[in-house]
């Protein structure tokens, strides 16, 4: 079964650095999500893709934030000067259409960032 | 502004129980989506359900039920007979109209089933 990989798993960083995380996307999917999840806490939205623009994005999504989908498979979020509150479990999800007309995101299993 | 909210922070039930997960919804747009995913320890989120606002008709799937009532902007969800694999946190989520492409996710439920 098709299903959207998240690399690395895990990554621990120190702040201020960079970090780019990667998602590979269901192959035929044309729409592209970043959420994250702070520790116990809600899955909350970042940014939506299409056609490779944004499409949506939230507060949360400030200009340290970036997404690039660079060679038609991979689909990155980099974040630019990472900050303790970054510390979370950052989710990718495609879908083959908009969620109001195929109803299902396909989440990957996500990558725990840790700042220190 | 699209708003969920899950009051049942925990829920713990002896395994063969009934359990009824609630979600309630505030949105102000008359076209909306409702959803149900489900995070077991492994921490993925697996999809589970979807429901537009104009079908306030009950499912059921198996173990699992839902119940849509637009009058109290509620869908709640129903896992009939729970088993230990259905420990789990559950994530209710609204989406609204065109144009608006982010799930909006309650805070979640942390179902324990007792063996």
């Known amino acids: 079964e098709p299903e959207v990989t998240q690399t690395p798993s895990h990554q621990v960083t120190q702040m201020g650095q960079e970090v780019i995380l990667r998602c590979v996307p269901i192959s035929n999917h044309l729409y592209f999500y970043w959420y994250r999840q702070i520790l116990g806490q809600k899955v909350e939205f970042l940014v939506s893709?299409?056609?490779?623009?944004?499409?949506?994005k939230s507060e949360i999504f400030d200009d340290q934030f970036s997404v690039e989908r660079p060679d038609g498979s991979n689909f990155t979020l980099k974040i630019r000067s990472t900050k303790l509150e970054d510390s979370a479990m950052y989710f990718c999800?495609?879908?083959?259409?908009?969620?109001?007309?195929?109803?299902?995101?396909?989440f990957g299993e996500g990558s725990r960032l840790t700042v220190l | 502004a699209q708003k969920v909210t899950q009051a049942q922070t925990e829920i713990s039930v002896v395994e063969k129980e009934d359990v009824t997960l609630d979600c309630v919804y505030e949105t102000r747009d008359t076209t909306y989506y409702l959803f149900w995913y489900k995070q077991p320890p492994s921490g993925e989120l697996v999809f589970l359900i979807r429901r537009n606002s104009f079908d306030e008709q009950n499912e059921i799937s198996g173990r699992y039920s839902w119940n849509f009532q637009k009058s109290t902007s509620s869908f709640n969800f129903t896992i009939t007979a729970s088993q230990v694999v259905d420990s789990a946190v559950y994530f209710c989520a609204l989406s609204e109209n065109f144009g608006n492409e982010k799930l909006t996710f309650g805070t979640g439920t942390r179902l324990t089933i007792i063996p």
């Open positions: 893709f299409y056609n490779n623009e944004i499409s949506e």
């Open positions: 999800a495609s879908s083959v259409g908009q969620i109001i007309n195929t109803g299902e995101l396909f």
